[in-house]
């Protein structure tokens, strides 16, 4: 059974940062594509970034470019979100999610697998 371990959430003041973790573990983890959504109270899961084993893709959503960075170590099977200059727009539940397919894509329900979800609160 794979598992995806998401991590590194917490509250910070409006400007700070923030590194989220995502381990992969279990039989035959072969994820090529792995990303980060997250859900505010009340709203739907949305996609913020991902990252492709093929090609060293990566993409992000248009309100987090040039804020959150999206990496990952192959070896480990790990993907981290660094996240900078955050705003209190930014609080929600992390997601990470993992897709074997190398093809990235924004949807959720073309994630195969989960993380329990890391809550980040950014104060005004």
């Known amino acids: 059974q794979v598992q995806l371990a998401d991590s590194g959430g917490g509250l910070v003041q409006a400007g700070g940062s923030l590194r989220l973790s995502c381990a992969a573990s279990?039989?035959?983890?072969?994820?090529?594509?792995m990303g980060w959504f997250r859900q505010a109270p009340g709203k739907e899961r949305d996609f913020v970034a991902a990252s492709s084993w093929i090609g060293d893709e990566t993409y992000y959503e248009d309100s987090v470019k040039g804020r959150f960075t999206i990496s990952r170590v192959n070896a480990k099977n790990t993907v981290y979100l660094q996240m900078n200059s955050l705003t209190p727009e930014d609080t929600a539940v992390y997601y990470c999610?993992?897709?074997?397919?190398?093809?990235?894509?924004?949807?959720?329900?073309?994630?195969?697998?989960w993380g329990q979800g890391t809550q980040v609160t950014v104060s005004s």
């Open positions: 279990g039989r035959a983890v072969s994820f090529t594509t």
């Open positions: 999610a993992g897709r074997k397919s190398p093809t990235i894509v924004t949807v959720k329900n073309e994630f195969e697998y």
